[in-house]
């Protein structure tokens, strides 16, 4: 049978495990593809035998030949599979591999594990690597650098779903106990009276396992504890590592050859990450930072604060713990300590605080000349974002107003409750008897409470008993939430609609990669005046510091620059599909952002990305989408 593509056994996987038929719309949902796409691929896969077939309900196995499509699937999962866990044996291994030991432990025959050779090496000429056979053994030639990167990049695929268990990393660290490993790791921290922030910890104890499991070590009995300086222990980094290693030695009889390299990694793993116990809100002091790159990093968020018009920001408070925070990720980034999983990301919770962050890490990367992986911008945005959250926080308000019989004992009681459960969220506006003593001016905007039921029926009041009991606090509390909700997708609609135009709408029909899509549309941009001729090249940057694609169904690109000629959005349906970072997407949304308009740039991305997201029926009616008002129909519902 011909060679099937990846999303060709996507289709067959998806129809086989139905058990019964499976619709079409089903299909190119899950799938995010064209009809057309569904209807060529199933044609490819049923090139040799007929192995879907159709009718009125939608496809299904043909059952004659149910057993080959089993085995055809099976057969692409392990070959997918094998290249995986061999690829992670090389790589976890201290030493060459006999070629006998490869087959027999891969249950495979040498012609196969030739061909999972090839294939594997062609995947390690991203990180320079490659796979050699000296003496029919195999080993992963390349610098110890970029084997660690590749570790990191594996680990992150592995652990998208389930890394709340260290037990599951056990797979990466066959010579390790990990779990003994990590829990003896974090006592010793301890002992020594400091701890790690639960936000860092998980990358932490990964680079602790990196370091012991990669460093060459031989397996014998300890004769002394290791050998200490006692002029570098008076840092506790120095003596929590060297407790590591003496804890290796004596629970696991694991000597290193050569100590005193792993004292330095261990120590440049702890520095920073390990903070002093006692108060953990104190404001660490960063006395051992100069004075010049305390004012780098100052100026370095002013710049970023000024540009985002979060002015408001007191980022003096924050400076100290920033700066060793940055500190550290030079040296992480320097030697290539990044292994934080990513699934846990403000890129979707928070997409405004993340974009924010890629633009300090930019900074920080051009300024320190170091590259910066999305997990650590991850990091900068979980420093920064309490304070950008407090910065905003104006426009999560409610203002409320409060309608009761006896206003000043009943309504002052009510607003003491809301103020001290609601606290930031909402503000009174005043007190009434009626509704007819609210101006109407003020009545449509407010969020009405009342003690005092009407005949006349008002959707916009929440209805109470005078005694503001627990349980009308609940539903005045899920009351705000939804009102805060509606004016929110209000006020992005409104603007949604503003920033728009019939000719920056484009529906297309033909398969492109991202740089093609934001080519496509810078162009039509320059060609109505709307950017200037290196927009194109400043899109592109703000791309390589973080994708700006999200969930793997569509994507913003933009500027970091705000200097667009007007503010506008250029967007794109691609009923074919784009290839972005190795997913494909139908929606792409340029937005383009005069310095004039800046303080729409926040309102305007987190309300594309929470429609997007929000949004059940857009992306299974792709294809329905031909114009804006299509567009606007699907994404303002």
Not at 94 to 112: A, C, G, N, P, V
Not at 151 to 160: N, S
Not at 258 to 286: S, W
Not at 377 to 387: D, Q, V
Request: glycine share 2%; with cysteine; aromatic share 12%.
């Amino acid at each position: 049978m011909t060679e099937l593509t990846h999303r060709q056994y996507k289709i067959l996987s998806a129809i086989l495990q139905a058990n019964t038929h499976i619709t079409s719309n089903i299909l190119l949902s899950s799938l995010s593809i064209t009809r057309r796409t569904l209807i060529n691929d199933i044609k490819s896969i049923n090139a040799n035998a007929q192995l879907i077939l159709s009718d009125n309900r939608g496809y299904f196995i043909n059952k004659e030949k149910q057993n080959e499509a089993e085995d055809l699937l099976m057969g692409y999962q392990n070959i997918k599979e094998n290249n995986n866990e061999i690829l992670k044996y090389l790589l976890t291994s201290r030493t060459k591999i006999r070629q006998d030991k490869l087959i027999e432990r891969f249950y495979i025959s040498e012609s196969s594990l030739q061909k999972y050779i090839s294939d594997i090496n062609e995947t390690l000429k991203d990180y320079s690597l490659q796979i050699v056979r000296q003496h029919n053994c195999y080993m992963i030639e390349g610098k110890e650098a970029n084997k660690r990167m590749l570790l990191a990049k594996m680990i992150h695929q592995e652990t998208e779903s389930f890394f709340d268990d260290m037990n599951n990393f056990s797979s990466y660290f066959p010579n390790i106990e990990v779990e003994e490993v990590t829990e003896k790791v974090i006592e010793i921290v301890e002992k020594e009276n400091y701890y790690v922030p639960k936000y860092y910890e998980l990358n932490f104890l990964i680079n602790i396992l990196v370091i012991l499991s990669r460093n060459p070590f031989i397996k014998e009995m300890p004769d002394t504890p290791s050998k200490r300086n006692r002029e570098l222990e008076r840092f506790p980094e120095i003596r929590i590592a060297h407790a590591i290693i003496d804890m290796m030695a004596s629970s696991y009889m694991i000597q290193f050859i050569n100590p005193t390299h792993v004292i330095q990694e261990l120590d440049m793993c702890l520095y920073g990450f390990i903070q002093p116990k006692g108060n953990r809100y104190e404001t660490p002091v960063a006395h051992f930072l100069s004075d010049s790159f305390v004012n780098k990093i100052r100026k370095l968020l002013k710049e970023v604060f000024d540009y985002y018009y979060l002015t408001s920001i007191d980022y003096e408070s924050f400076l100290n713990v920033f700066c060793i925070h940055v500190n550290e990720l030079i040296r992480r980034c320097s030697y290539s300590q990044n292994f934080t999983p990513t699934n846990v990301s403000l890129k979707h919770t928070s997409p405004y605080i993340y974009e924010i962050a890629v633009s300090i890490a930019s900074k920080i990367s051009n300024i320190f000349n170091i590259q910066i992986p999305a997990s650590e911008i991850n990091l900068i945005a979980i420093h920064i974002g309490y304070a950008i959250e407090q910065a905003v926080s104006d426009a999560a308000i409610a203002p409320i107003v409060i309608i009761a019989e006896n206003y000043r004992n009943i309504g002052s009681t009510i607003a003491q409750k809301l103020t001290t459960m609601l606290k930031e969220k909402v503000q009174i506006m005043g007190f009434y008897h009626r509704i007819s003593d609210i101006p109407y001016r003020n009545f449509k905007d407010y969020f009405v409470i009342s003690t005092v039921q009407f005949t006349e029926k008002h959707s916009k009041i929440c209805y109470i008993s005078p005694f503001c009991t627990d349980a009308d606090m609940q539903k005045i509390s899920e009351g705000i939430h939804d009102y805060l909700e509606k004016r929110s997708r209000e006020e992005f609609s409104h603007m949604f609609d503003r920033y728009i135009s019939d000719d920056c709408f484009f529906s297309v029909n033909e398969k492109m990669d991202k740089y093609q899509a934001i080519r496509y549309l810078v162009d039509h941009a320059y060609g109505h005046g709307d950017v200037n001729e290196n927009f194109y090249e400043q899109v592109l940057e703000r791309e390589r510091s973080s994708s700006t694609s999200f969930y793997g169904k569509f994507a913003i690109p933009h500027s970091n620059i705000q200097n667009a000629n007007t503010t506008k959005l250029y967007i794109m349906v691609n009923h074919e599909g784009v290839i972005w970072n190795h997913e494909k997407i139908h929606l792409i949304f340029l937005i383009l952002i005069n310095h004039e308009a800046a303080r729409d740039f926040r309102k305007l991305y987190e309300g594309i990305t929470e429609a997007l997201y929000r949004s059940n029926t857009i992306f299974e009616n792709i294809d329905k989408i031909q114009n804006m008002n299509d567009l606007k129909r699907y994404l303002l519902s």
